[in-house]
């Protein structure tokens, strides 16, 4: 079964740091594209990040770039997403997803989500 | 790229047909997909490239569209289809979504 489990939320104060994880299974995780969305309470989607399989290329929001830093290690079939400076406007579910290679680069498998709260 | 939705509420009966638009600020091609979300759970893929059905995803759920103007449709509501529905566009980056579409039961 594919599955994307997120861990690392929690509780931080404003300027604060955390590193969220995203372990992955059922599918081949180096192949596959990898992106953070975060969903603040009530609030819509917001994609936060992107990284390719293999490689180093990423990209960021305008609202963390400079401030997060998105991470895989393809040995641990894992995504990371360190965040620092973390402002009360972090405060969010963050979602680790799968792009589809073959569907137009749409994310087709979702974690649960874990949360962030920034106060 | 910026996705504006309508409407941002629908109400509906069990039955209904209902079609929901989204509209990029600039052209993207075929370069959208929707997703729907129910509360508590994370968003679920309906269709990508604008109007493939995603595997698993009931039939009576289409996308059609291209360039500005895209739409979901919902033949035959059922129960389980009273959620939240987002578009996204991955034409170019920030990725983007739009603002949402609640569909409640009437």
């Known amino acids: 079964e594919v599955q994307l489990v997120e861990s690392g939320g929690g509780l931080v104060q404003p300027g604060g740091s955390l590193r969220l994880s995203c372990a992955a299974s059922?599918?081949?995780?180096?192949?596959?594209?990898m992106n953070w969305v975060r969903q603040a309470p009530g609030k819509g989607l917001e994609w936060v990040s992107f990284?390719?399989?293999?490689?180093?290329?990423?990209d960021y929001a305008d609202s963390v770039k400079g401030r997060f830093t998105i991470s895989r290690d393809n040995s641990k079939n894992t995504l990371y997403l360190q965040m620092d400076s973390l402002r009360a406007e972090d405060t969010a579910i963050y979602y680790c997803?799968?792009?589809?290679?073959?569907?137009?680069?749409?994310?087709?498998?979702w974690g649960q989500g874990t949360t962030v709260i920034v106060s | 790229i910026q996705l504006t939705q309508s409407p941002s509420f629908l109400s509906a009966s069990v039955g209904d047909r209902v079609t929901i638009t989204c509209r990029a600020s600039?052209?993207?091609?075929?370069?959208l997909a929707w997703y729907q979300q129910k509360p508590g759970r994370a968003p679920n893929l309906l269709i990508y490239?604008?109007?493939t059905l995603q595997s698993g995803v009931p039939s009576r759920f289409s996308g059609r569209g291209s360039g500005t103007e895209f739409t979901l449709t919902i033949t035959s509501l059922q129960p389980e289809d009273f959620a939240t529905y987002y578009c996204?566009?991955?034409?170019?980056?920030?990725?983007?979504f739009g603002q949402g579409t609640r569909l409640e039961i009437k």
């Open positions: 997803a799968k792009r589809g290679n073959y569907k137009g680069g749409s994310f087709d498998v």
């Open positions: 059922g599918f081949s995780f180096r192949d596959f594209g």
């Open positions: 990284i390719v399989g293999i490689g180093r290329t990423t």
């Open positions: 600039q052209g993207i091609s075929s370069s």
């Open positions: 490239a604008a109007s």
């Open positions: 996204q566009q991955l034409n170019s980056y920030p990725i983007t």
